[in-house]
């Protein structure tokens, strides 16, 4: 029988669309699986202000009646019209293994795209450069963490298969935490500390995090709007992203610095991982989901790194000593004894060196693709 590929416009459709992944992955040892009520608001437009900016498209595919594979495809307004860069996204891609079944998905994509006057397909990622983006290429045998996407290691050969180069690439290190750190690294940190006046800044609870979010989301727009393809993050944006991220934050694993002036010039993010606890709650907080990641903020030995941001005015001058002789205290006061760093670019060497006292090894690559529209 044909393959059949129906577009998705009702929110039931987006629950059958979001729970496909679960499905595909049932009882799979390494996939982290999201919280379904959780993606269906990220995907639906009048939950989620960030598609106001954008065109969302979602399909899925049927062969012999039964569900097979689905895709997302977003144009981001700002960038096609503002930027001039005439590419479509594509994300939330996942597909039983049938070439075909991947074929039909894209020439879904494709049509699209050329309907609109664009001239390459980029992914997988999300609408806003704030969500996960990156196909797993190395590291299937590894536990996902709840951050990054999990794939079956015949993705990237459909890709590959239906014409994709790669775009970008990124890598993921798992780190061993030392019982002790060079004496030299809390000299070093003390005096970059001393040199620029910086305070240091600890939470004890997340009500004293909410002053910090503003400033959090305005420093990633600093460092990053040299790049060329940066999208700037709308005010309603981040009050979304904010309260979303806000839930699941640790206040004892963050750490912001200001500098002289009372500004906020570097921040750090890590977090007891959640996967285990997200594969034990399959999707959902009821009935026993929400204890489960209750439990993994309590007992856990693993930690993942979120996010770190320094001001361009601050980097090459050491901050990122401060930030690994704080976080290196947190980890041994709290017998965190491994951690997992969330995808960074692969030529990120500044922050790759922060891991070199952690025994760090590359257990994971991811990439992007693009193809030109046909």
């Not at 594979?69 to 019209?81: D, K, L, P, Q, W």
């Not at 005010?235 to 640790?250: R, S």
């Not at 993010?269 to 989901?289: R, V």
Request: charged fraction near 25%; include cysteine; proline fraction near 5%.
């Amino acid at each position: 029988m044909s393959i059949q590929v129906k577009e998705i416009k009702t929110k039931s459709g987006l629950r059958k669309f979001v729970k496909f992944q679960l499905e595909l992955y049932k009882n799979h040892p390494y996939f982290v699986p999201p919280l379904i009520s959780e993606q269906v608001n990220d995907l639906d437009v009048n939950k989620n202000p960030v598609l106001k900016d954008a065109t969302p498209y979602y399909f899925m595919a049927f062969k012999n009646g039964k569900t097979v594979g689905r895709i997302a495809a977003f144009i981001n307004h700002y960038e096609v019209n503002t930027q001039q860069i005439k590419k479509i996204r594509f994300g939330h891609f996942d597909v039983i293994d049938d070439i075909e079944v991947s074929r039909a998905l894209f020439d879904k994509v494709n049509e699209i795209a050329k309907a609109n006057g664009l001239e390459y397909m980029e992914g997988p990622m999300g609408t806003s450069n704030l969500e996960t983006a990156g196909m797993l290429t190395e590291g299937f045998d590894q536990l996902g963490t709840s951050i990054a996407l999990y794939n079956y290691d015949y993705y990237p050969k459909h890709l590959e298969q239906l014409g994709f180069v790669k775009e970008k690439e990124w890598v993921e290190f798992r780190l061993v935490v030392p019982d002790s750190i060079d004496n030299k690294i809390y000299r070093f940190a003390n005096m970059v500390t001393e040199r620029y006046k910086l305070k240091i800044i600890h939470f004890k609870n997340k009500k004293d995090i909410k002053p910090y979010i503003q400033p959090v989301f305005d420093l990633i727009d600093e460092s990053h709007q040299i790049l060329e393809t940066f999208v700037p993050v709308l005010p309603e944006h981040k009050a979304y992203y904010a309260k979303k991220y806000t839930k699941i934050l640790n206040p004892e694993y963050m750490l912001f610095i200001e500098d002289s002036d009372g500004k906020l010039c570097a921040f750090s993010i890590t977090l007891p991982t959640y996967a285990k606890a997200l594969q034990k709650a399959k999707g959902s907080l009821l009935p026993f989901g929400w204890y489960h990641l209750l439990q993994s903020q309590r007992k856990n030995d693993t930690c993942e790194f979120v996010l770190i941001g320094v001001h361009p005015s601050f980097q090459r001058k050491g901050i990122t000593s401060i930030i690994f002789k704080e976080a290196f205290e947190t980890f041994k006061k709290n017998n965190i004894k491994f951690l997992e760093t969330n995808p960074e670019l692969v030529d990120n060497q500044s922050v790759q060196a922060l891991w070199a006292d952690y025994k760090p090894v590359l257990h994971k690559r991811r990439k992007s693709f693009r193809k030109l529209v046909e």
